[in-house]
């Protein structure tokens, strides 16, 4: 079993356990605290991904480091679980995975805009809920510039993807060409 596969599975025996939305987001921000740790504290990252302690270790080592910091006694356990199983070194992916379910429940939905310039909060607003249309979801949208994109944006959201750039209507208009000469 792959990686991600895995921590599917891990971040939805999590999400069974909540029975609320309050729950699932403050379960959410404590595994983006978790998380924020990891990526900050060098030696932290690096007691974790290493094949030379114990899993045992792991577990009494994060388990004390979470202690006091403001987690559930769930959060708590379920990172001890992780640490014991040897699973920290897939936490990001537990942690996406998580988000997932979260925005499942909830009927949100994430993506991406890739504009060539940036786009005023109107544009935003527009695209924003032309995309929640198509999905029949709330959608929340990360922006982004890109040189590549010539004129127009290129959105992906909950398996859709939105390509209004100039070069997609170009080789759309050289297909039709190109079908009306055959």
Request: hydrophobic share 35%; proline share 2%; aromatic share 10%.
């Amino acid at each position: 079993m792959n990686n991600i596969e895995v921590a599917k599975r891990y971040a939805k025996a999590l999400f069974d356990t909540t029975t609320d939305v309050k729950t699932q987001s403050r379960y959410y921000y404590e595994l983006q605290a978790f998380q924020e740790i990891l990526s900050k504290e060098k030696s932290i990252n690096e007691f974790v991904h290493s094949v030379l302690i114990t899993p045992e270790k792991k577990e009494a080592v994060i388990i004390k480091a979470v202690q006091n910091k403001g987690f559930s006694g769930e959060v708590e356990s379920f990172l001890g679980l992780l640490a014991k199983r040897g699973r920290l070194s897939i936490f990001d992916k537990v942690l996406e995975a998580f988000q997932y379910f979260v925005d499942d429940a909830n009927g949100v939905t994430r993506g991406y805009v890739r504009s060539s310039s940036a786009l005023s909060p109107e544009q935003r607003s527009q695209i924003q809920e032309k995309i929640s249309e198509a999905t029949n979801k709330k959608v929340i949208l990360t922006y982004s510039e890109d040189p590549k994109v010539i004129g127009g944006l290129i959105a992906e959201a909950g398996g859709f993807r939105f390509d209004d750039t100039l070069n997609t209507h170009l080789t759309r208009l050289k297909e039709e060409l190109n079908r009306r000469t055959h």
